[in-house]
């Protein structure tokens, strides 16, 4: 079984700084590790993943996570955030070879402020 | 290419009735999972469906039970209802079970449900 820990529930940062939501996660086997975002009213988006290979993943606006298999981290970082990256961040573990079944973090809710 | 697809968009219902919800899943895929969000909560995984057969189930009582069809879209039916029902619930689908690799799955808008 897997769990997973985001221990940030809301994160308020102004435009143009720096962010970084944090999860750790537990798991008995090795696992993949997602985050998701959800816009108000809306679904889970993939935001990025990591599956193997290189443990800095990034995402096509600019967002990037490296994974850490020694303090079972997946933290996901930005250098520069814009108000359109308000939104619900959610990390997310699945156990390789676990059929696709994903284990959610509780969230942080990401603020961005002018 | 429609991506995952929910209905109803919003449904209420009181203490004791039963529901259904429907998933349409993107055009390709044939697996489908359920997840539960409850207010500021992460979603939590219910079940999931390949060929017709529920695979996998999370810790979610009987009162939670689900069906897919050839066409591989699906149904989540709950009842009895409980108050504590109130939630998002999500839909996502992928091409297969991913028991050997990772299938990405795409999730739908969900389904809010209030239990009054």
């Known amino acids: 079984a897997q769990s997973v820990t985001q221990l940030d529930s809301q994160v308020p940062v102004f435009e143009e700084a720096p962010v970084e939501l944090r999860c750790n996660y537990s798991?008995?086997?090795?696992?993949?590790l997602f985050w998701y975002v959800q816009y108000p009213n809306q679904g889970l988006q993939l935001l990025l993943k990591?599956?193997?290979?290189?443990?800095l993943v990034e995402s096509i606006n600019g967002f990037e996570a490296e994974f850490n298999k020694s303090q079972t981290s997946f933290h996901l970082r930005k250098p520069s955030v814009h108000i359109s990256d308000t939104a619900e961040y959610f990390c997310?573990?699945?156990?390789?070879?676990?059929?696709?079944?994903?284990?959610f973090g509780t969230g942080t809710q990401l603020k961005v402020e002018l | 290419d429609a991506g995952v697809t929910q209905s109803p968009t919003h449904l209420i219902k009181t203490r004791g009735q039963q529901v259904t919800l429907r998933c349409s899943p993107k055009?390709?895929?044939?697996?489908v999972s359920w997840y539960q969000q409850a207010l500021g909560q992460g979603p939590q995984f219910i079940f999931q469906?390949?060929?017709?057969?529920?695979?996998q189930r999370g810790n979610f009582p009987d009162r939670f039970s689900g069906h897919q069809f050839p066409n591989y879209s699906s149904e989540l039916n709950v009842n009895a209802l409980l108050l504590g029902d109130s939630a998002l619930y999500l839909c996502?689908?992928?091409?297969?079970?991913?028991?050997?690799?990772?299938?990405?799955?795409?999730f739908g808008p969900g389904t809010r449900l209030t239990v009054l």
């Open positions: 990591y599956l193997s290979g290189s443990t």
């Open positions: 996502a689908s992928s091409l297969g079970l991913g028991l050997t690799t990772y299938n990405e799955q795409f």
């Open positions: 469906y390949y060929e017709e057969e529920e695979r």
């Open positions: 055009s390709g895929h044939d697996t």
């Open positions: 997310a573990v699945s156990g390789t070879g676990g059929g696709n079944k994903l284990t």
């Open positions: 798991s008995s086997v090795s696992v993949y």
